[in-house]
């Protein structure tokens, strides 16, 4: 979402060259081009104005640090109050001493509070909770057995009851479940509207009343623009809400709007929804949305996120046959997938320092790695373990089973035997030769 905002400030930057001694109008320039790029990103205006003046305020005059040039020094105030206009710090979910803890997610209709409240149900479980959904929308069609289906796929149980019950009723229900059945998280997914009406929030009134909830979040759609300031404002006047929920952020609108609503509301923002899939949830970080922001990746997400779907003992086998040079094609599919299970691979690079910027326009889709791993498919058992055996009819048999031309087989198992290569002197202290013979080609 925040690509082109990234890209503009990035080129701000490169254009920064000078030396000893920030002067006035160098940090004046540089200022007047990172308004005009927060503004045409939809952030808010007295954000921007309070933001620049911060800036100025600690660029103009001060000596840059010994290691660093003006612009690395701007950059880096620059960064420091991004953060505290992201907030600062991270604000985490708070649970009740005594549990069921009581989660009680609003927003208007459309925002993803659905599919928010199946995220959040299963990164707790990842965190050893063990939470239970409630259906507390009676309004919107289907909207209980679309909890229903999202509940099954992440095995957390779902209380849903017949409209007419009401949402309250619906509520302590599931409360009551909760104690039951020794679940610790209860998550009201409430009803919302297309507009903030009196009804809506008379109705989340009396849920607040009936079920004491431990954390209220608000669902904020990001592509919603500066619509989401003031309806977040006016929610949190009613409900006092204690953290923000910002999802789409996968999307490609300009996305200002989210990266204001702290400054101008007051509320943290605490998790956010980076795409479709139900762990697709992150918390909320300033410092790492800062760093992915001014385009410096976020290297502490990746390792979270590699950490998250890498199992630790086949890993340590991995590294076993990376140094006995005995890696198969059964390895590298298994590698292939553990990659997809990541997201998607924009995404991913985009987390390495200084990567993003370079593959901007490149086709990083997940098609390669399924024609890659349609080849491997095809090949039988003795080919997998032993690539060397593949002449040309076994080759032409593969092209066959899987639609990939001879020619691609070959150049596939030749990056392959390469990759295998520069792996084995990397894994048995070869690096310096095997770096300099991969460096190069990676500017090709």
Known sequence: ?????????????????????????????????????????????????????????RAIGQEVMQSLTPAQHVIKIINEQLIQLLGGTTTAIHFA?????????????????????????????????????????????????????????????????PPETGSVEIAKSGIKAAHEKGRDIVILDTAGRLHIDEEMMAELE??????????????????????????????????????????????????????????????PVKLIGVGEKTDALEVFHPDRMSSRILGMGDVVSLIEKVESTVNAEKAAALEKKLRQNDLDLNDFLEQ???????????????????????????????????????????????ERRNPAVLNGSRKRRISVGCGVSVQEINQFLKQFDQMRQMV?????????????????????
């Not at 920064?16 to 002067?23: E, I």
């Not at 204690?242 to 996968?250: A, M, N």
């Open 1 to 57: 979402m925040f690509e082109d905002l990234s890209d503009k400030l990035q080129a701000i930057f490169q254009r920064l060259r000078s030396s000893g001694r920030l002067r006035e109008e160098d940090v004046n320039e540089v200022l007047r081009e990172v308004r005009i790029a927060l503004l045409e990103a939809d952030v808010h205006f007295k954000v921007v104005k309070e933001l620049v003046t911060q800036i100025r305020e």
């Open 97 to 161: 001493p005594q549990p069921p803890t009581v989660v009680m997610l609003c927003g208007l209709q459309g925002s993803g509070k659905t599919t928010s409240a199946a995220k959040l149900a299963a990164m707790l479980i990842h965190r050893g909770r063990s939470p239970i959904l409630v259906a507390c929308d009676i309004y919107r069609p289907a909207a209980a057995q679309q909890l229903k289906v999202l509940g099954d796929q992440i095995g957390v149980p779902v209380v849903a009851l």
């Open 206 to 267: 009396r849920l607040k009343a009936a079920t004491h909830p431990y954390e209220i979040l608000l669902v904020v759609d990001a592509m919603t623009g500066q619509d989401a300031i003031q309806f977040a404002s006016a929610f949190h006047q009613r409900l006092a809400v204690d953290g923000l929920v910002i999802t789409k952020l996968d999307g490609d609108a300009r996305g200002g709007a989210a990266l204001s609503i702290r400054a101008v509301t007051g509320i």
């Open 336 to 382: 292939l997938q553990q990659i997809q299970k990541m997201g998607p691979l924009d995404q991913v690079l985009g987390m390495i320092p200084g990567l993003g910027n370079r593959l901007k326009g490149a086709a990083l889709e997940n098609v390669q790695f399924d024609r890659q791993a349609a080849i491997i498919y095809s090949m039988t058992p003795e």
């Open 424 to 444: 084995h002197q990397l894994a048995g202290g070869g690096k310096a030769k095997a770096l300099k013979q991969f460096v190069p080609r990676l500017g090709r």
